[in-house]
Structures are given as C-alpha cells and as structure tokens.
C-alpha cells in the first residue's frame, strides 16, 4: 500500500467516466463534526493532483468553486461527491455530515460507498455516534480503516489515539485495530510542541518525510529501529492471525521471516473483507506545498486495500410487483439498476439526482424507469413513471464535468430528473425493478408552519414537496386534527437548514408556530340533553325538540348513535338529522373546542311539526341536545400517550429513567441489549416529548436513540386540562 510507494508518479487527479469497474473505489468518510473530514477530502484533492498548489481547480477554474465559505457550509449538513484519480484508479470519495441531524446524509453515503474512512479527531477522540455507526458498517461487513487527524494540536498523541480506537472499534478482537505507520516528529519549538513531519512504515520500516512539502522515502537510522520494533511485530501478528493461510502463523512462531510481500498481500486481503483496519495518519498540506502528510499512504490503502464495486452484494432487487429479481454483481451487460443516493436543486440546472449505478450502464438522454415507494408516511407519493434522463457528469464543487456513460459501480451526477426523489431506482423502462429502501431514521422532532403571507402561501405546497423530494429522513404532515402543516424533522440543526431552504431556494417565507397535540374529549359519567329549535318568524318556521341520553364507552370506541324513539315522537326521516348534528357537534367538540369521542348517545324522545320540521332543524336540535347534555356532566380532556422505546448505554439509563418520570412518563420495563446498552421502554404524554430528540441527545450525549409510536388517548390530570380549557376560552 503506501510503503510500496517510492514516488508520487503525479497522478493525473482528474476522474472522469470509469472503464471497468475493478478500477473504481468508492469510499465514505465517516466522523463527528470538527473531525477534519472536509480537509481530508481538500488534502486528498490535492495529493491527487485535482488542485494544485497555486490553488487553482484544472481546466481553468478557481479553487474557490470547490472551496468557498457558502459551499463549505453546505458540505457541512449535506453528501457531497469529490472523485479523484491515482495510479489509475477512480475514487468516489464521499463526504458525510458530522452532525447528529443528518444522519440521513451518512446513512446514503454508506449505501453509496463500499467501505469507510473513520475520521478521529487527536484532540477529541471518539464520540458515542461515530461508535454507532461502526457498529452499523460491522453489521453490514462493510470495511473501515482508521485515519487521525489534527496531530498538530498541541495535546495530540498518536499512541494514544490508537489505543482510543482500538477499545472503542476493536471489541471483539483490539489486535484488529492496529496503526501501519508511526508518526515522525520535528524538533521543538519554542512552546515545547514537536511538529509531526513524516511517518514510517512500519512493515517496510521505511522512512517518509513530509517537512519539505513533498514526500520522501528514506532508511531509518540505526537508533530509531529499536522504537518501532515492538509495534512492527505487533501489527505482523495482527495481519498473519487475519491470514487465509492458516500455516502462516505457525511458521511465522517457528521463526521463520515472513515476506514482505506476503505481508502486505494478507493485509489488503484482510481489510477488503472486513476483518482487520488499519489506523493511519494524516494532515493536511502545508501553504505552497504538494501533498499533505499521510495523504499518499491513504490513497494508497483505498486503491490497493479496500474492495472494488465487484465485492459489494447488491442490495435486494424485485419486480414492481414484488416478484424477487437475481442481479448478478456489478454486471456492466447486465439489466439496468441505479439508485438516487441524494437529490438536489440547482438555480442553474434544475434537479440534481446523484446516482449509484449498480448494474448495467446508463447513459445520457436514454429513457429509464423511475420507481420510488415506501414512503408515503413522510409526504412522498409513490410512483412508477418513465423519465428521460439528461447530461451525466462527475461533480468537483460546484462543476459538473460531463462523462459519456456510467459503468455499474460508479457513480455520478444525472440532471433533469424531475420525479425522482432520494432513494428511488432507475432502471429500464422495458424491464422496471426496485431496490430494497435503505434504513433512514425517522424524524420525531415536530416543527408547526405557517406561510408568511398570501404570496407565500401559494408557493408553499410546491416549496415543500420539494423540499422533501430531496430528504427522505423529513416528513411532511397535515395534521387532520389540528389544521397544521409539521414538519418533522431530525433535530434543531436539521429545522434550521429546512426553513432556510425554503427560503433561499423556493422563495418561501414562513413563520413557526407552537406545536399543537391532537386532544380529546369525552364524558366521565352520564349525563342528558333537551335539544329544542322552534322559532316562527313569518312564512316557514322551523320546528324540532330531541331529548337524548350521553354515556361514556370504552377508549378507541368513536361516537355510537342509538335510536330508542318510539311511537313515532321523532318521524323517520328526522332520526338520520339527529344524528347528523350530532357526530357535527361531535367533531367540533362540547367544552374546549376539541373532537368528542367514545360516548354512546341515545336518541330517547322529542317532537315534530307537520309542517315546520325539517332536515336541518333537527340537525341543529340534535347538537343543541349534545350541547346540553355537556353543560350538565364533567367532561375529561384526553391527551395522546405515545409508546417510547429507548435504546441508551447503560451509563445512561438512570438519567434516561428518571428524565421520563419528570414528564409524567410511566416505565414499562427494561431489556438488556448487546453493546452495554439497554432498551426502556415507557408510555409518555405527547405533550411532554414534543422536544424529546434534543433532549434525549443532549442527555446521553449523542448515544441514544428512541422510537415513538401512539398508544391510546387517556384522561389529563385535571390541573393540567383546567388550564387547556381557560387557553381556549381566551381565543374564543
């Protein structure tokens, strides 16, 4: 990998259309904000020959169309796509979001990328989220390396950082997590902080220096064999218990030299599958120089040690009915199936989809099937619709070099894609397929809207169905019950960048209102009701008295209506009026203007006149009789109660516990969990988890999760429901 390296024989940086797919990589970075994953990717850029020192992009742009401040700050909450070439070789080099909120964004590179960059920071060490998605690549097999960053911070220490990674990353087996190359450090300066300036290997026990702005290989002295020694040997124990071959070890404790090529073979074999990943180091360039430090030896482990397209299974595909469909892997001949990982509007272009080819080859202005199902929960329809695709290019900030084809394995950038959203699956319009969904988590932090004003409102509907046709980990809901439109999102970060979305690219303004939760009403006990409307005004008057009956039902019952009328008090045809007004006073609620549900109401008596009575007399005198009977009984206000489940490290479960017992939570039970975590689970009023995905996040520092799912309606304490009914009488 980077040992072999003796120059950098100045790759040509700029990645255009794949060939074959054994010649592409595709790599997620992965890390907390504040990581360095963003210069990572500059660093790389750069070693690759995409930039050159001057700062300045090929084909005459600027650097600044990769790296000005407002595409810095959209990088930072969004999947970007930097392809570079070396030796040959075309990297996808995906860049995640570091913050909690948008997951969803990690969660498409991951789908995207066949292994991953764990990015960790020297002077902050591993989060508790970086430790959750590790365990999500685990659970996939997807292969990780290790790259730690900021070594020039005062405080850093490799050594340590390694041992970090290995108890947070190496459970099961610490020997799997192991550094390739040790840090070489500079004379002191004044502060008394040794700059590092190059590394060593330690298989080929070779010497790269960096200080000069170029790397270069030498021999280690005499004095400074012996300090890799026992780390050298380490790390061949670790590669050689990986082996396929299960002789090496016993020969290797025989005391026999194992070579270096052999070596090296076991070890980009190893991290190809999963089972072993290395921790390297890197910096980024210094001002004027050509490579940063680690950067040729990081390009080096991507191209020689992690796997080609070839080796990722591809995700299940089926017919649109269903019908299970076999795709062999990455088969350029092979039927047509591509996947939207992230979609994008441009001011210039329109709709940007960035696609992962997976089988066949797409090609620009050829018409292809696009499926998109599975979330209609979020504001997304589903649809079956054919598209002619437009111009296909590879991305580099804010250019779009065109490319003549996209092979299976490769990825890139398709413009006028007007119905595809994120997570959909082009394929051929002749033979349409579906890939199965990636899991997205779901958004359970409410944000209530409300347009600006008139012209807002217009362009709001259309503002918003793009604005989830782009994030699927959004859901866009008109509440039913309390006329708003939510949108829910991932966290406060993830709210912010939604309304300012709207803003700068639909032209959409609007305001955020508190949050409403869907109430009830019922009756606590029976009560009775005279409805009489009788007025005579000249001409045709209106006549009809009901006399009912109201008593309470069981939870989830709804409104029963029974009609014990006899000898013909209430004629006929007036009884469907009745109940009529009824289910209409119902829906408009009898104390705290919220919809009255399971009572039984009971149609006992009343009058008619032969000529007065009417359809919508009765109607108004079966609500006045509700009415009535409301005004005589105690009426409860019932709150939503929502089932939690709780998925927090046992560290935590106490603070969790006792978090949900201060908002009139009830904890149901625990169950222990792999990883140190527990599960809680808890029925909690709605109205008190309404920020519940921020305060859970801060309470267990990022490391727990939580569902949520509705339970039932239930009675509120009756201090709580008093003040609910003064609210409403003050709008009134």
Known sequence: MGDKVKEHPGAAGRAMAADHPASVRNVVLVGHSGSGKTTLVEALALTAGAVNRAGRVEDGGTVSDYDDIEHRQQRSVQLSL???????????????????????????????????????????????????VWEECAAVGMPRAIVVTHLEAARADFAEMTRVCAEAFGADDPDAVLPLYLPLYGPQGPDGHAPV???????????????????????????????????????????ISESEDETLMDRYLGGEQIDLKTLIEDLERAVARGAFFPVLAAAPAADGARQGLGTVELLELVTGGFPTPFEHPTPGVTTIDGTPREIKPCDTGGPLVAEVVKTASDPYVGRVSLVRVF????????????????????????HDVD???GALSTPFGKQQRPVTHVIAGDLACVAKLGRAETGDTLSGKDDPLLMEPWEMPDPLLPLAIEAHSKADEDKLSQGLSRLVAEDPTMRLEQNQDTHQVVLWCLGEAHADVALERLRSRYGVQVDVVPHKVSLRETFAGRSAGRGRHVKQSGGHGQF??????????????????????????????????????????????????????????????????????SDAAFQTAGALALREAAADAKIHLLEPVAEVSVLVGDDYV??????LSGRRGRVLGTEQTSGGRTLVRAEVPEFEIGRYAVDLRSLSHGTARFSRSYARHEPMPPQIAEKIREQAKETS
């Open 359 to 382: 089988s066949g080859t797409l090609r620009p202005d050829e018409t292809v099937h696009v499926s998109g199902h599975g979330l209609g929960d979020r504001g997304h329809e589903d």
């Open 82 to 132: 930097v392809p570079v070439e070396w030796n040959g070789f075309k990297i996808n080099i995906l860049d995640t979001p570091g913050y909690a909120d948008f997951v969803g964004e990690l969660r498409a590179g991951l789908r995207a990328a066949d292994a991953a960059l764990f990015v960790v920071s020297a002077s902050d060490g591993v989060d508790g989220s970086t430790r959750m």
């Open 197 to 239: 300036s190059g590394l060593v290997g330690l298989l080929t026990q070779k010497l790269f220096d960096y200080s000069t702005g170029e790397r270069k290989e030498s021999e280690p002295g005499p004095d400074q064999l012996p300090d890799i020694e026992e780390a050298r040997n380490r790390l061949i124990e670790g590669i």
């Open 544 to 613: 009809a008295i009901c006399e009912i009956e109201v008593e309470p039902l069981p939870g989830g019952s709804g409104i029963e209506f029974v009609d014990k009328v006899v000898g013909g008090a209430v004629p006929r045809q007036f009884i469907p009026s009745v109940e009529k007004g009824i289910r209409a006073q119902a829906t408009k609620g009898v104390a705290a203007g919220y919809q009255l549900v399971d009572v039984r109401v009971t149609l006992l008596d009343g009058k008619a006149h032969s000529v007065d009575s």
């Open 387 to 389: 598209e002619k695709i």
């Open 654 to 659: 106490g603070a969790v516990m006792s978090d």
